[in-house]
Every structure is written in structure tokens, then in C-alpha cells.
């Protein structure tokens, strides 16, 4: 048995999930590789159409990978049976984007919360009620709001009753897929701050999948960069903001509003489209969008591989370009965009 | 209507403002009571101007750009004023609308694809305006349309023009409305959260189309969102709402490096600025406490007065007005953050 503490809470390895379609496979994630330690709050970043969402629904297991392995928590879960899985779903949980689609309209919010722990049969009736209040204590709500319904609360406050819900079981991962995106601004503060105090309490570990850099920024120590279907960087995230080195991270990072009109910045502008996964361009799939791209990127595409870290005894990160070299020196896309 | 329509104006001199709004309110009466979605919005806009218009959800400020287009249901009681070069709309008959929708005023929204049709190509869906409004023969419009998707950045636009809006991504989808909005060189474009739908990397293009045509065409743009970074970056002046009413107006810089009511102090303290967290740890977000209130109430009272940790008895006494600070600063508040010296208030 492996010492419980640097097992992984999640383990995800070569992971590929590609869709069938008439002309061919939509491969919508295609060999990620991700790990997260226990505590450790992992940022996945990336456009409309990169997948993010895709591995997310893997790992929680919505969908069934078509290749790769998902370790969660020392079980292998790739292919485990809907009711393999059930067990297992205490060690796992997930909060969503739109929490008004994501809580049943007839249940009251007392047996939403509730319900993870009936089904997973650690609580009685009793105990339940109690520990609704105690959550909806911690999420910040009063407990009278226990007894009214989703429509009767506002969107920040049913995101609020979708983390409670999802910490009820106290897992060991959480899946939040665009947590904060349906939010105000002045909501959307609170719900990182309530994610970020209570990850601090509880140290589960945490897949945070945004679109939102200021977001991810914010939340996690680690950051992965997918483009289609691939991830690009991996980093700690103070590094990855300090000094992209993908030309697509630094594109990205560019390419963010800052709220300050006086933040004179260099934008760099993509040409052209997300390609289609469905036919992804050979070589590097950023080729056909990458200011600096050569030869080699049109051809044969780059594998993710371990930098050396930034300072000694730093986390080392990664990246999947051949232009970054052994050292680390990556080419500025702002200079050739 | 509830105001006099002021006379047309014979020739608005270019100096004044292209579109003005007095005192609008927008109200919505139910079976019981009344939503009152925009009460008292006033703003004045020059020609090649963005102003942008920001709020939470709720905020009135989508209401408030649905009565300049005249696009509200005939549920919406509206009072005020709103006029284009010294014309009154606010109580306009379809007859004067129609030559002025999508000819002087137009309007971009935030779902391209559900705003284009999808059986028709995106070359015939911009000729349309330009058959109706400047009377082009079919060729001719077609010519133009290309000219159109060419202007706002579309690569191969002759090709493109007889795609439909599915062979389109996202981010083209919305360059071709834009392109619709533009055919006919309006005075005003209003554009609703034209990049919420949009990544990052797509947003700064459409930005960038949005201040180009302000630049080469002088059109005025009321620019709606949430989004504070896209504000800072793309607007000369902000016009901040709050719950239906106008809390605070100034320029971009003048907002950002002095915000003056509390509300716009809270706004801007939530955003999530680069840097947030450091090597020791998080820096705690700034919140602001409480919930939007009902808009079905309509209190003399400030509306943020509940949530604000400024507020004091004249707050929840009185509704604070519109009044004019230095640097053409407007605020709603009996007792703004920081406090500048008044000037004479022109009317």
C-alpha cells in the first residue's frame, strides 16, 4: 500500500475521448495527462471548443473515456459500470455552471443538500437536517433558507446550495466546471472567495475548469492550457502568468481585458479560427494560428515535456512546443504577431 | 406620453449631441404590482462617442437600450425623453420608426447566432437593409455586402457572402452582424454585450472592429456590459446603473482612478485583477453584501442605501439626484466616496 499522502487524489493519464461522427472521430480530448495532490487546486484553462469541459466530465465519469486511465484516489474508475461507480461517487463531486439548471426545481434546498448524503447512506433523517444547516452555514446562507425552493433564491445563492450539496459527502476531489461564469461580477467575488476559504478548511483537492484567467489566477496553484483537445502548458500559476512560454499561453494571457484604462498593453491578435476537431491540422495543432510557426510545426507534433523548474527546488512545469528549448527559453509571439 | 416632446430641432448642429436621453423610466405593470425597470436615466452621447452602460444583472441597462431602439413590448410604459438629432422618439408611431431602425440607429446583440437567420446567407441578410433602407438594386447590395464583411475584418469576404451562418465560428458571426448594423452608416450602433458570448482571444478582434468603424465612420456606440475590463479598454465615458437608476457617469479614466459612489466602488473592487494572488497566499476579494433590491418598489430612497456601508438616515430618506461633480463627473449619492467641489450644474 502506498503512503495515503502522496496518492494522488486524481490521476489522469493519456486520457482520449472521441466522439463518432459520419466523416470520421470528433476527438475532442486527445492524451491529457493531469495530476492533483491532495489540496492541491488545479486550474484547466481554454477556449470554447478545447475540451476542458470534456475531461471534466471524464474524470467524474458523465462520460466514458475512449482511452486512457482515471485514477481517483488510488481507484482505477475508466471503465467501472454506472453502479461500480456509485460508491465511489463520495470521493468525487462536481458544482456546475448554471445552478438554476443544475437543482431540481420541486426539491427544497434542505433535500438537495441532503441528498448525497441519503443515497450514500451516512447520514439518518436527523443527523441530515443537522448537517444542512451546518453546511449552509458554512456556504455563507442562513438555514431558513433550507425549506424554500431553487427559484426562490438568487443565482449567487443557488451556486452557494451547489457547493454545499457537493461538499456534503466531503470528497476528496471537486469538479468545478465554470463555477463562477453565470455570476455578476460582485458574485462571482463571493463565490471565489467562499471556494477559496473552504478549500483552505476542508484541503479537498479541486479540478477548477474556467475560461476566466483572473479567475484561475486567483484560485489554483497549478495551471494547464489546452488547445484543441490538447494540453499546451502546464505550470505553477504564479510562472505560467510571469512568463508564458506556449505562444498560445502568451496569446491568451494577451489577449485578457484589463480593467484599467491606463494599462497600455500589446495584444496579440489570432489569426484565423479554432480549427475543427474533427480534423485536426497535423504537427502542433496550434500551427495554423502561431505567429512564429515553422516547418517542423506543420509536421510532427510536440510532446509535453518537463522544463526545468524556474528556481531550485521550484515545481517543474511543462510544455508541448518545439520552439521552447531544453533550457526553457521560449520565442516572444509578441514580437512576430 | 408622460413629458412634452421638445420641437424638432431644424438642423442639430454636429457640435451637440447625437442622441439624448432625459429622465427615462420604463415601467412594467403586472396583474398586482409594477416592475420598475429604468427610472431616470439620462445621458447625452456625441457623435464617435462609446459610452458604455454597466450594471449587474437586472440593472435596467438592456431596457434602457431597448427603449432608445424602440423595441419594446407594448406591456412597457415609457415616460421621458429620447431624442435623435432633436427628434423625439419616446411615443414615435411605427411609421417614423421605421426609417430610422437599422438606418440611424442600430443594434448589435450578444447572441449572433440566434439573432441571424439560418436559412438565409450572410450576403442576403446584409443586403436586406441596405435594398430597404438605400433602395440598391440586388447587385448592387450584393457588392456593397462584400465591401461590408471586408470592412469588419472577414478574410475572403467575396466567398464568404454566399455562406450561412452555421458555416461561420462564433466570433465571424458577430462580425457579420456587425456588418449589418453598419451597412448603412448609422448614427448611433448599440451593441449589448457583444463579446459576452465570445473568447478571450475572439473578443479582442471584435473590440478592435468596434473602435475602427468608430474611427473611420464616426459612429457612436453605447457599448452595454458587465465586463469592467472590456469597458476600460474600449470606452471614452461610463454610465454605471444600479438597480433601474443612474448611480454614477463620468469618463473612463476619471471612473476607474476615482470611482465616487460606493456602488462603483464595490464593482470595481470585485474584479479580479491580475496579480490577485502572490507568494503569500490569497488576497481576500472584496465583496458587496446583500442582494439587488425588488424592483416592484419604488422608494424615495437611495437603492443602494441597504448594501452600503456609507450609508446614513438622508440615504434611506431621500432619493439622492443626478448631480455635477468637477471633470465632468455626474453622481447619485448624498455622500460620495471621495468628494469633489461642485461646480455650476448646467442644466
Known amino acids: 500500500m502506498t503512503d495515503r499522502v502522496t496518492t494522488p487524489v486524481l490521476d489522469v493519464r493519456g486520457l482520449r475521448r472521441h466522439f463518432p461522427a459520419p466523416s470520421g472521430s470528433v476527438r475532442a480530448v486527445d492524451g491529457v495527462s493531469l495530476t492533483i495532490g491532495p489540496g492541491e487546486v488545479v486550474g484547466l484553462v481554454g477556449e470554447s471548443g478545447s475540451g476542458k469541459s470534456t475531461v471534466g466530465r471524464c474524470v467524474v465519469r458523465l462520460d466514458t473515456p475512449t482511452g486512457g486511465e482515471v485514477v481517483i484516489d488510488g481507484t482505477d474508475v475508466t471503465s467501472l459500470s454506472a453502479r461500480q461507480m456509485r460508491p465511489l461517487r463520495k470521493k468525487v463531486h462536481l458544482v456546475f455552471q448554471d445552478p438554476s439548471s443544475s437543482l431540481n426545481p420541486r426539491m427544497t434546498i434542505r433535500q438537495i443538500i441532503a441528498e448525497p448524503l441519503r443515497l450514500h447512506g451516512l447520514a439518518s433523517r436527523a443527523e441530515a437536517s443537522a448537517r444542512v444547516d451546518e453546511l449552509l452555514r458554512q456556504v455563507g446562507l442562513r438555514p431558513e433558507l433550507a425549506d424554500r425552493t431553487p427559484h426562490q433564491l438568487s443565482g449567487g445563492q443557488r451556486q452557494r446550495v451547489s457547493i454545499a450539496r457537493a461538499l456534503s459527502v466531503e470528497p476528496a476531489l471537486l469538479v468545478a466546471d465554470e463555477p463562477t461564469s453565470a455570476l455578476d461580477v460582485s458574485v462571482q467575488a463571493s463565490v471565489l472567495n467562499l471556494l477559496a476559504d473552504l478549500q483552505k478548511d476542508r484541503g479537498f483537492g479541486c479540478l477548477f475548469i474556467t475560461h476566466d484567467l483572473a479567475a484561475v489566477e486567483y484560485l489554483a496553484d497549478r495551471i494547464a492550457v489546452m488547445y484543441l483537445g490538447r494540453i499546451v502548458e502546464q505550470a505553477p500559476a504564479g510562472e505560467l502568468f510571469a512568463d508564458p512560454k506556449h505562444p498560445y499561453t502568451q496569446a491568451l494571457l494577451s489577449a485578457a481585458p484589463v480593467p484599467d484604462p491606463r494599462a497600455g498593453r500589446e495584444r496579440i491578435v489570432l489569426g484565423g479560427d479554432l480549427p475543427s476537431p474533427l480534423d485536426p491540422p497535423p504537427g502542433c495543432h496550434f500551427h495554423t494560428r502561431c505567429p512564429l510557426a515553422t516547418d517542423r510545426c506543420r509536421t510532427e507534433a510536440p510532446e509535453l515535456r518537463v522544463l526545468p523548474a524556474a528556481e531550485p527546488g521550484g515545481a517543474p512545469r511543462e510544455v508541448a512546443c518545439h520552439l521552447v528549448g531544453e533550457d526553457g527559453k521560449a520565442p516572444d509571439a509578441r514580437a512576430a504577431a | ?347
Open chain 2, 1 to 347: 406620453m408622460t413629458t412634452t416632446a421638445p420641437s424638432p430641432a431644424t438642423g442639430a448642429a454636429r457640435t451637440g449631441p447625437v442622441l439624448s436621453v432625459r429622465d427615462l423610466t420604463v415601467s412594467f405593470a403586472g396583474p398586482d404590482d409594477t416592475v420598475h425597470a429604468v427610472d431616470g436615466v439620462s445621458y447625452d452621447l456625441a457623435p464617435g462617442e462609446v459610452l458604455a452602460v454597466v450594471g449587474e444583472s437586472g440593472c435596467g441597462k438592456s431596457v434602457t437600450s431597448m427603449a432608445v431602439m424602440g423595441l419594446l413590448p407594448p406591456t412597457a410604459r415609457i415616460g421621458g425623453s429620447i431624442t435623435l438629432d432633436g427628434q423625439e422618439l419616446v411615443g414615435a408611431d411605427e411609421r417614423t420608426w421605421r426609417p430610422l431602425r437599422g438606418r440611424r440607429l442600430s443594434m448589435i446583440f450578444q447572441e449572433p447566432m440566434t439573432s441571424l437567420n439560418p436559412v438565409l446567407t450572410v450576403g442576403r441578410q446584409i443586403a436586406e437593409v441596405l435594398i430597404r433602407h438605400q433602395k440598391l438594386s440586388k447587385k448592387e447590395a450584393r457588392a456593397r455586402a462584400v465591401e461590408l464583411l471586408d470592412l469588419v475584418g472577414i478574410p475572403a469576404p467575396d466567398r464568404r457572402v454566399d455562406e450561412y451562418p452555421h458555416q461561420l465560428s462564433g466570433g465571424m458571426r458577430q462580425r457579420v452582424m456587425i456588418a449589418i448594423a453598419v451597412a448603412c452608416d448609422p448614427a448611433v450602433l448599440i451593441a449589448d454585450e457583444p463579446t459576452t458570448a465570445l473568447d478571450v482571444t475572439v473578443q479582442a478582434g471584435i473590440l478592435d472592429v468596434l473602435k475602427n468603424l468608430r474611427d473611420r465612420l464616426g459612429t457612436a456606440i453605447v457599448l452595454i456590459t458587465h465586463d469592467l475590463g472590456v469597458v476600460a479598454e474600449t470606452a471614452d465615458r461610463v454610465l454605471v446603473m444600479y438597480a433601474g437608476r443612474p448611480v454614477e457617469q463620468a469618463p473612463v479614466d476619471e471612473l476607474f482612478a476615482a470611482p465616487s459612489h460606493p456602488y462603483t466602488r464595490g464593482l470595481l473592487g470585485a474584479v479580479l485583477r491580475p496579480g490577485s494572488r502572490t507568494k503569500d497566499g490569497r488576497a481576500r476579494l472584496n465583496e458587496i453584501p446583500g442582494l439587488v433590491p425588488d424592483l416592484r418598489s419604488r422608494p424615495d430612497a437611495c437603492t443602494f442605501a441597504p448594501r452600503c456601508a456609507f450609508a446614513e438616515d438622508d440615504c434611506r430618506g431621500g432619493r439622492p439626484q443626478l448631480r455635477t461633480l468637477a471633470g465632468g463627473h455626474r453622481i447619485a449619492c448624498h455622500h460620495p466616496v471621495t468628494p469633489q467641489p461642485e461646480e455650476e450644474v448646467s442644466a
